[in-house]
C-alpha cells in the first residue's frame, strides 16, 4: 500500500498520531433525477421517512454532547433538531418534489442551497450562522436518504484523526470528548469556528493540499 502524504496550513500547535477516518460529506454526490408521476408520492413517504430518521440521529446526539459538553454546547444541535422539524422548512421540500418531479435527495439539496444564500445576505448576524445550521441539517438528511449510517467514533480503538473536506463547528465539538486527537480539513483555516470552540486543544491542519511520493 502506497503512502499518502497530504501538506498544508497547521491551525494550532502540537503533534497528533492516530488512525486516519475520512469523513464524507454526502453533499457531494447529489445527483437530479426525473421522476413519472406515480413515483412522486412514494419519493415524498421516503422523505419524511429519512427526516424523522434523521431528527433521531440529531436528538441522540444532542443528548451526548449534553452530557459530555453541557446544556449550552448541546442548544448547538437543538437548534439544528428544530429546524428539521419545522413543517415550513419540509413543505419547502415536499413542494419542490411535487412541482419538479425530482428526487428528494435534489430537493433538498436545492432548498437548503437557496435557504443559505438568503440567510448570508440578511444583516442580523445571528441570522447570518444559522446557515452553518443548515448546511448541517442537510447533511443530516442526505445521509438519511442515501442510507450512511451514522458510526460513532468510540466504536474505533486508539486514537483517530478526522480527515474529509469540512467539518461543521458543531461535529467538531461533539468529536472533541471523542478519541479524536485531530483534524486535517481541505477547507479551513486559523478563522474557522470551531477551532475557537473546542473544549481542549487539538492539533489542526486547514487548507491541505495532497502529495503522492
Given at each position: 500500500m502506497s503512502m499518502r502524504v497530504m501538506e498544508g496550513l497547521g491551525v494550532s500547535g502540537g503533534v497528533a498520531i492516530g488512525r486516519a477516518v475520512c469523513v464524507e460529506?454526502?453533499?457531494?454526490?447529489?445527483?437530479?433525477?426525473h421522476l413519472g408521476r406515480a413515483d412522486i408520492g412514494p419519493e415524498i413517504r421516503r422523505f419524511e421517512e429519512a427526516r424523522d430518521a434523521a431528527f433521531a440521529d440529531l436528538s441522540k446526539a444532542r443528548v451526548k454532547m449534553e452530557q459530555?459538553?453541557?446544556?449550552d454546547m448541546a442548544s448547538i444541535l437543538e437548534a439544528q433538531a428544530l429546524l428539521l422539524n419545522d413543517k415550513a422548512f419540509a413543505r419547502r421540500?415536499?413542494?419542490?418534489?411535487?412541482?419538479?418531479?425530482?428526487?428528494a435527495e435534489w430537493a433538498v439539496a436545492r432548498t437548503c442551497n437557496e435557504l443559505e444564500i438568503r440567510f448570508a445576505e440578511i444583516e442580523s448576524e445571528y441570522l447570518r450562522e444559522r446557515s452553518e445550521d443548515l448546511r448541517n441539517v442537510s447533511r443530516?438528511?442526505?445521509?438519511?436518504?442515501?442510507?450512511?449510517?451514522?458510526?460513532?467514533?468510540?466504536?474505533?480503538?486508539g486514537n483517530v484523526v478526522l480527515v474529509g473536506k469540512e467539518l461543521a463547528p458543531s461535529d467538531a465539538l461533539r468529536f472533541s470528548r471523542e478519541n479524536v486527537v485531530g483534524f486535517a480539513l481541505e477547507v479551513g483555516g486559523?478563522?474557522?469556528p470551531y477551532n475557537h470552540h473546542r473544549a481542549r486543544p487539538e492539533p489542526t491542519d486547514g487548507g491541505e493540499s495532497h502529495r503522492h511520493p
Open positions: 460529506d454526502a453533499g457531494d454526490e447529489v445527483l437530479r433525477f459530555a459538553l453541557g446544556d421540500i415536499v413542494d419542490r418534489i411535487r412541482s419538479r418531479q425530482v428526487n443530516y438528511l442526505l445521509r438519511s436518504l442515501q442510507g450512511i449510517g451514522h458510526h460513532e467514533l468510540s466504536e474505533i480503538e486559523q478563522s474557522d
